[in-house]
C-alpha cells in the first residue's frame, strides 16, 4: 500500500542493495515490480513451495505466466 513515491524510494533503495551485491529477499503481491529487481523467484502455494529458481525474461514480460503454470494448478 506504498504510494508512488514510496515506490520510487524503495525500487531505488533495492537497485542500490543490487549494485552492491548484497542479497535481498523480498515478500509481495507486486509481482511485476519485483521480478524486475529478481535473480531468483519463488512461489509458495498454501504454504508449500510450488516453484523455485531462476528469474527469466518470460516471467518479466508475462508474470501471470508463473501463476498459471504453478499457482492455480
Same mark, same amino acid.
Given at each position: 500500500?506504498?504510494?508512488?513515491?514510496?515506490?520510487?524510494?524503495?525500487?531505488?533503495? #533495492?537497485?542500490?542493495?543490487? /549494485?552492491?551485491? *548484497?542479497?535481498?529477499?523480498?515478500?509481495? !503481491?507486486?509481482?511485476?515490480? &519485483?521480478?524486475? #529487481?529478481?535473480?531468483?523467484? /519463488?512461489?509458495? *502455494?498454501?504454504?508449500?513451495?510450488?516453484? !523455485?529458481?531462476?528469474?527469466? &525474461?518470460?516471467?518479466?514480460?508475462?508474470?501471470?505466466?508463473?501463476?498459471?503454470?504453478?499457482?492455480?494448478?
Amino acid at each position: 500500500a506504498l504510494d508512488d513515491r514510496a515506490i520510487a524510494v524503495l525500487q531505488t533503495l #533495492l537497485r542500490q542493495s543490487l /549494485a552492491e551485491k *548484497k542479497t535481498i529477499i523480498l515478500s509481495t !503481491h507486486q509481482l511485476r515490480e &519485483a521480478l524486475e #529487481l529478481a535473480s531468483h523467484v /519463488a512461489l509458495l *502455494k498454501g504454504g508449500q513451495t510450488a516453484f !523455485h529458481g531462476p528469474c527469466t &525474461a518470460e516471467m518479466v514480460a508475462d508474470p501471470s505466466l508463473i501463476y498459471a503454470r504453478y499457482g492455480e494448478g
